[in-house]
């Protein structure tokens, strides 16, 4: 390869991490992929011999829909070529200059338009958690939860790409001993999560099959689906969330591809009782992947990790997440987004919101600076990165979603 990489990257040339992006000096976006600190352009590659025709006009497109949409095969392909490229047999200097560009260099951007974007509370840890707090642990987990995934329609308009500010939002909240007042949030929580950005989609009508799901998602990413604990206490009660949560959700920038993961596979946890033979899976794994959150205050020089998780937590998977999506007929579309739902894991420094680590106000988080939090305040950044470690022992990264609370 000619690139010259770390040995300790965490973007190798077999990795390639899917993004969009606007390379200095270019009138717009394009589609790139990751390899240590470089973006390689993939539209200049599709103009010079690389790809086949379907593939070429995806890659010359300013979202990565088209490409969602041509499926696991194409994907490989395009990953091949992108490949052959590396490996230095295409010798083209004006190529490699065009194609190939410093991180630094490059605006990364939302890397898709997202149509739709469901919620899903798929960690059972989690949900015993939030329900330990608000119903006492005889009735943490409600009648459904061990049966479905349980999810809800977010908003797409308000998803953005790392590196967005949070503005602190407002809402109605209810004091314990008067009547609503409209305010600016003080209870702002990050929910770590894992999103699967769909591929090929399903037609109106026509649910997808468990076994077949992991076939129709493009890869997966990192989401913060940031949340107003106070707006949401008062304002959930028939429907569930709203305001308190459609303000803004982050996404990181890069997606990465399911083959790039397919040796950091595990197994998932055992369900009890057995799900409905629509959510029965023939082969039920889930990802090793670390997640790990990091919260920087104004006074302080340097982030403090605080959360460590891991998406094998995940009680309910992907794969079934989509089946009981589609079971009804509901069609999913390329580029639409599913997040995992906050993951919180058995272990004390593994939950995955300041709720749970806080729990409830009740804990206060000790920082390095000899601040304490329970949630976030103007000024505070926060910070998911994640990787997972291959069955090769190559780790692999995620990038980063990193989001800097201002004033309502």
Same mark, same amino acid.
């Given at each position: 390869?000619?690139?010259?990489?770390?040995?300790?990257?965490?973007?190798?040339?077999?990795?390639?991490?899917?993004?969009?992006?606007?390379?200095?000096?270019?009138?717009?976006?394009?589609?790139?992929?990751?390899?240590?600190?470089?973006?390689?352009?993939?539209?200049?590659?599709?103009?010079?011999?690389?790809?086949?025709?379907?593939?070429?006009?995806?890659?010359?497109?300013?979202?990565?829909?088209?490409?969602?949409?041509?499926?696991?095969?194409?994907?490989?392909?395009?990953?091949?070529?992108?490949?052959?490229?590396?490996?230095?047999?295409?010798?083209?200097?004006?190529?490699?200059?065009?194609?190939?560009?410093?991180?630094?260099?490059?605006?990364?951007?939302?890397?898709?338009?997202?149509?739709?974007?469901?919620?899903?509370?798929?960690?059972?840890?989690?949900?015993?958690?939030?329900?330990?707090?608000?119903?006492?642990?005889?009735?943490?987990?409600?009648? $459904?939860?061990?049966?479905?995934?349980?999810?809800?329609?977010?908003?797409?308009?308000?998803?953005?790409?790392?590196?967005?500010?949070?503005?602190?939002?407002?809402?109605?909240?209810?004091?314990?001993?008067?009547?609503?007042?409209?305010?600016?949030?003080?209870?702002?929580?990050?929910?770590?999560?894992?999103?699967?950005?769909?591929?090929?989609? $399903?037609?109106?009508?026509?649910?997808?099959?468990?076994?077949?799901?992991?076939?129709?998602?493009?890869?997966?990413?990192?989401?913060?689906?940031?949340?107003?604990?106070?707006?949401?206490?008062?304002?959930?009660?028939?429907?569930?969330?709203?305001?308190?949560?459609?303000?803004?959700?982050?996404?990181?920038?890069?997606?990465?591809?399911?083959?790039?993961?397919?040796?950091?596979?595990?197994?998932?946890?055992?369900?009890?009782?057995?799900?409905?033979?629509?959510?029965?899976?023939?082969?039920?794994?889930?990802?090793?992947?670390?997640?790990?959150?990091?919260?920087?205050?104004?006074?302080?020089?340097?982030?403090?990790?605080?959360?460590?998780?891991?998406?094998?937590?995940?009680?309910?998977?992907?794969?079934?997440?989509?089946?009981?999506?589609?079971?009804?007929?509901?069609?999913?579309?390329?580029?639409?987004?599913?997040?995992?739902?906050?993951?919180?894991?058995?272990?004390?420094?593994?939950?995955?919101?300041?709720?749970?680590?806080?729990?409830?106000?009740?804990?206060?988080?000790?920082?390095?600076?000899?601040?304490?939090?329970?949630?976030?305040?103007?000024?505070?950044?926060?910070?998911?990165?994640?990787?997972?470690?291959?069955?090769?022992?190559?780790?692999?990264?995620?990038?980063?979603?990193?989001?800097?609370?201002?004033?309502?």
């Amino acid at each position: 390869m000619f690139l010259d990489l770390p040995a300790d990257t965490l973007y190798p040339a077999d990795h390639l991490p899917w993004g969009l992006g606007k390379p200095r000096g270019a009138v717009r976006q394009r589609p790139l992929v990751r390899v240590g600190d470089f973006a390689v352009d993939l539209a200049v590659l599709a103009s010079t011999g690389y790809f086949d025709v379907a593939a070429k006009h995806a890659l010359t497109q300013d979202v990565l829909n088209d490409l969602m949409e041509l499926g696991p095969l194409a994907w490989d392909a395009v990953r091949a070529e992108i490949a052959r490229f590396l490996s230095g047999s295409d010798d083209r200097d004006d190529v490699r200059s065009r194609a190939v560009h410093p991180l630094a260099d490059v605006s990364l951007c939302l890397p898709a338009h997202i149509g739709d974007y469901t919620d899903f509370y798929s960690s059972r840890e989690h949900a015993t958690n939030v329900g330990t707090m608000f119903r006492g642990a005889d009735n943490a987990l409600m009648p $459904n939860w061990l049966h479905l995934p349980v999810g809800y329609h977010g908003r797409a308009s308000s998803v953005v790409v790392s590196g967005h500010d949070v503005r602190r939002p407002m809402g109605q909240i209810k004091p314990p001993d008067g009547p609503p007042v409209f305010a600016p949030s003080k209870e702002l929580d990050v929910e770590i999560e894992m999103g699967a950005f769909v591929g090929p989609g $399903n037609a109106l009508g026509h649910p997808v099959a468990a076994d077949e799901a992991e076939r129709h998602v493009f890869g997966l990413c990192l989401v913060n689906d940031w949340s107003a604990r106070d707006v949401q206490r008062w304002e959930y009660v028939p429907l569930g969330p709203f305001l308190a949560k459609n303000f803004l959700t982050t996404v990181s920038p890069w997606i990465v591809s399911l083959a790039s993961l397919e040796g950091a596979r595990c197994e998932a946890p055992v369900q009890d009782p057995a799900p409905l033979p629509y959510l029965a899976e023939a082969h039920r794994r889930g990802f090793d992947i670390e997640l790990i959150g990091s919260i920087q205050t104004a006074t302080m020089d340097a982030p403090a990790a605080i959360i460590r998780t891991n998406t094998r937590f995940l009680y309910w998977t992907l794969a079934q997440q989509i089946a009981h999506h589609t079971m009804n007929g509901c069609n999913l579309r390329p580029g639409d987004l599913l997040a995992s739902g906050t993951i919180s894991g058995p272990d004390p420094g593994s939950e995955g919101s300041l709720l749970e680590l806080a729990w409830k106000g009740t804990r206060p988080v000790e920082l390095p600076s000899g601040e304490t939090r329970i949630w976030l305040e103007d000024g505070d950044t926060f910070t998911i990165t994640a990787s997972a470690t291959r069955s090769d022992g190559q780790k692999v990264g995620f990038g980063e979603v990193v989001g800097t609370v201002v004033s309502a």
